[in-house]
């Protein structure tokens, strides 16, 4: 039978991806060594680093005067990391979901945060909107999508501050202007890589106007200036990184991975609208691309664990919703098929039919 992963990360990635990682892990470019083991200072390892920060800078066209940089700790470390290195007096946060939340709190060790707007008061079931922006902030933080409630934020904010956002798992999926961001952050394992290492896309010149001391390993200067080798960085994280760059490019870019995002959305939104089993759980303008989320209608909900066992039957995978929002979850990351999202609806209306 055939699986389909519908987890919500570490996720799903294109097969010829993982494939090609394992053969490296096996022997890295016919050296007789894994990766795994080779050095990261090897002279055939640097260039894919330099070729994973290229395909970054191409694909998102990043204007001159960012860095690209591949990191540990995942996102929750950059939590620390961007008001260690930004957070003078004061920080806004638009408050989404658990993320944003866990990113305030690291926030408030620093300095004063103010929430512009919050979505808390219906479980976050919606991106606020017309939320004014204080312009003596040290900058705005917004969380683009949302994995716990199926909301995403799907353009570019105009900010009068210097603008930050966590993309873990929608980077990729939409062209960005790079522009209007003083740094971009997330971890790899949603949409971009396996998990262990974190991107990060900084403007350089946004960097040093903190008048704290800020740790080596922390301070993000550390790094732009080390080209991400300060210390051992994920080698094989970073590879894996660089594998699915090429195949983003191959299969034409940011755009066309929006264009199979809008695909894949409509047609499981579709059904979650259609069928009389299910509801979606996050208002219909606000809804993610990448994390559908739904639930069964009240008058249904006595068959949940009967429809987590039939679809796991059809070969769903990972479709459970977190215990915040319960239901159901199809995260439909950049590697997707639109014959899972297919596979999924059928299964939605099989069990339909049977009730």
């Known amino acids: 039978m055939k699986k389909y992963n519908f987890n919500a990360g570490p996720s799903i990635l294109p097969r010829e991806v993982i494939e090609q990682t394992a053969a490296a892990c096996l022997d890295f470019e016919n050296s007789g060594l894994s990766l795994m083991t080779i050095s990261h200072r090897a002279k055939n390892f640097q260039p894919v680093v330099d070729e994973a920060e290229a395909l970054f800078k191409e694909l998102l066209d990043i204007p001159e005067g960012y860095k690209v940089l591949f990191l540990g700790g995942g996102a929750s470390l950059e939590f620390c990391m961007i008001p260690y290195n930004f957070l003078e007096k004061k920080a806004a946060y638009l408050n989404t979901g658990v993320w944003a939340t866990k990113a305030m709190k690291e926030a408030k060790l620093f300095g004063e945060v103010v929430e512009v707007a919050s979505s808390a008061d219906k479980n976050f079931t919606y991106i606020p909107k017309d939320f004014e922006i204080p312009t003596d902030a040290d900058y705005l933080h917004i969380t683009s999508n949302n994995t716990i409630y199926g909301t995403e934020l799907r353009k570019d904010i105009d900010s009068p501050i210097p603008l930050i956002a966590d993309m873990s798992s929608d980077i990729f999926s939409r062209p960005l202007d790079v522009s209007k961001y003083a740094l971009i952050y997330g971890g790899a394992q949603k949409n971009l890589a396996m998990a262990g290492v974190t991107f990060v896309i900084v403007k350089e010149d946004a960097l040093g106007k903190v008048s704290r001391q800020i740790p080596t390993m922390l301070d993000y200067r550390t790094h732009v200036k080390k080209g991400s080798m300060f210390n051992t960085p994920p080698v094989v994280p970073i590879y894996s990184a660089l594998m699915n760059l090429r195949y983003i490019k191959a299969h034409g870019g940011v755009k066309a991975m929006e264009q199979l995002a809008q695909e894949r ?91």
Do not use: W
Request: overall charge negative; charged content about 25%.
């Open 265 to 355: 959305a409509k047609i499981v939104y579709g059904e979650i609208d259609r069928n009389k089993l299910f509801v979606g759980t996050a208002e219909e303008e606000s809804r993610s691309l990448m994390n559908l989320t739904f639930v069964l209608k009240p008058e249904y909900q006595e068959l949940q664990d009967e429809f987590m066992a039939f679809a796991t039957s059809k070969g769903m995978v990972g479709i459970k919703g977190h215990r915040d929002v319960g239901g159901f979850r199809a995260s439909c990351y950049n590697a997707m098929s639109i014959e899972g999202c297919e596979a999924l609806v059928a299964c939605m209306k099989e069990f339909e039919s049977n009730h």
